[in-house]
């Protein structure tokens, strides 16, 4: 990992408004409500990089049961610090994380970022036969009530 950064998993720290501003913004997740967010942080294994001025430059979280399956989610780091090897130093963190040893399956969906993920064992879904899903596209967009 690059020696100005460091990862940590206490929630306490993280910018929820970074992480909010982001995934706003994204392609996974656009429009996404604060809220939603907040939710999704509170019931979530979370992974942050930080500057050594504690600015959050980075993310993930794990959605997993902790015995059987996981699903990594909401991944970025800041377009300004890539290029450092922040999200392989992340995805080590996550990989090696105590909670996570021991699933059988862990799933992510990704429309960029393939090497990086190949780089830990993700593949194509080996059958895809079998699985299946409920996707809403531009869920956060759509008018409510």
């Not at 409500?33 to 500057?51: M, N, R």
Request: hydrophobic content about 40%; glycine content about 6%; some cysteine.
């Amino acid at each position: 990992m690059h020696p100005e950064y460091y990862i940590s998993t206490n929630k306490a720290e993280l910018d929820i408004d970074l992480i909010h501003q982001v995934l706003f913004q994204s392609y996974w997740a656009k429009g996404i409500p604060k809220a939603t967010v907040e939710q999704s942080i509170e019931h979530s294994l979370c992974f942050a990089v930080y500057d050594f001025s504690k600015q959050q430059v980075g993310f993930a979280r794990v959605i997993s049961d902790y015995s059987t399956f996981g699903y990594l989610a909401d991944v970025f780091v800041l377009e300004e610090h890539q290029g450092k090897g922040l999200a392989k130093a992340l995805m080590h963190r996550i990989m090696a994380h105590p909670k996570l040893q021991g699933i059988r399956r862990f799933k992510l969906a990704t429309q960029d970022a393939h090497s990086l993920y190949e780089q830990f064992g993700f593949t194509e879904l080996a059958h895809p036969e079998i699985h299946m899903e409920r996707w809403q596209p531009n869920f956060y967009l759509l008018p409510k009530g």
